[in-house]
């Protein structure tokens, strides 16, 4: 560490976009001493935790972010939350110093969108870091893993689904991340950066590709048969039939990778499966897919939690020790039956 001469508080903030949060759970302690705030905390007549941005160009950025005074920005999303923490140090730090602590909290941000974004249906999304110290001499900003310029983020103008946090969700995430403390978070770590990536990407093509890694990384090795292991597991898994949908997820998996687009004669077929499962009736291609693959990421979600109970609940250390569980439960079954 520096010098002794003071203590050094360091601020971070990250405003968050699309969610709601029940009131009373402003300014608690999530994880990692995370709280969520309303974007209006962070400057009031009294206190401002936003230095004047006149000379530094970071708090010129989180004040455009976060503050609607342009005269765009009745054209531009507005946060109404930040992400928020406050670090005090016993000593004054160093650029380095500062550096690796901005590196440790970004992790921790990962983490902690990760566990957010299966907890809950809603599109949880973030756009910039802003870490600063409180004398304003060290302030930088950057982004967690593939963040979001939700700007242009629905420019095809598909649906963004509301992520309410509400008391249960608040304390799903905190039991969530209880569990993923008590093992090696290395186990995860395909999950959440294909996830990130899920949530950053504007093609809901690519966001199939995404969503199809995960369920790879998760409940397939190199040596199983695709489909049938992956379709009979995530069932299992989740105690759902999902054969139907697993087959149709798989062939437009299939259909964009070998051809890089879908015909209309199976947004059809995918069509005719959505207005079957939801009864209702939808044209245009944009928003059959946006359903469709909302229906994938719902069985992602669930696939997840379950999967990370099975891991702290029987001590595994890995994924392939899931499928093993999964595949041994699926025999015990089937010789119940015989």
């Known amino acids: 560490m520096g010098n002794n001469s003071k203590n050094t508080k360091v601020y971070i903030i990250i405003p968050i976009y699309n969610i709601s949060i029940e009131k009373e759970l402003l300014g608690k302690v999530l994880i990692d001493d995370y709280c969520f705030i309303s974007k209006n905390t962070l400057k009031t007549k009294d206190k401002s935790f936003i230095p004047n941005g006149e000379n530094n160009q970071i708090f010129e950025l989180l004040d455009f972010d976060i503050r609607p005074t342009d005269p765009l920005s009745q054209f531009r999303n507005i946060p109404k939350y930040c992400i928020f923490k406050e670090i005090i140090f016993d000593e004054t730090l160093n650029n380095e110093e500062i550096k690796n602590v901005r590196i440790a909290e970004a992790r921790k941000i990962d983490k902690l969108l990760f566990i ?21 001499q060290s302030a930088s900003t950057s982004t967690p893993q593939n963040p979001i310029n939700f700007g242009n983020y629905n420019e ?46 504007n093609d809901y093509k690519d966001k199939i590709l995404k969503l199809a890694i995960i369920f790879e990384s998760t409940l397939l090795n190199e040596h199983d048969e695709l489909s049938y292991r992956l379709k009979y597991r995530t069932s299992s ?45 939808i044209n245009d ?12 990421e719902s069985i992602i979600r669930i696939s997840l939690i379950n999967s ?11 994924f392939g020790d899931v499928q093993n569980y999964l595949d041994e439960q699926l025999i015990n079954t089937l010789n119940r039956l015989n």
């Open 116 to 136: 957010m974004r299966i907890a809950q249906k809603g599109d949880c999304i973030i756009g910039n870091f802003y870490m600063f110290s409180e004398d304003s």
């Open 156 to 201: 095809n103008k598909l649906p963004i689904e509301l992520y309410e946090c509400t008391l249960e969700i608040f304390e799903s995430i905190k039991s969530i991340n209880d569990k993923i403390n008590k093992i090696d978070y290395s186990i995860l770590g395909i999950a959440s950066n294909y996830l990130s990536q899920y949530y950053s990407s």
């Open 237 to 281: 898994l989740i105690k759902n039939n999902v054969l139907e949908i697993m087959n149709m997820f798989y062939k437009t998996r299939s259909i964009i990778v070998h051809s890089g687009d879908i015909k209309s004669d199976y947004y059809s077929k995918i069509k005719k499966y959505l207005d079957n499962l939801q009864g209702s009736d």
């Open 285 to 296: 291609e944009y928003f059959i897919l946006y359903y469709f693959v909302k229906k994938i």
């Open 308 to 318: 990370l109970d099975i891991i702290v609940e029987n001590n595994f250390h890995s």
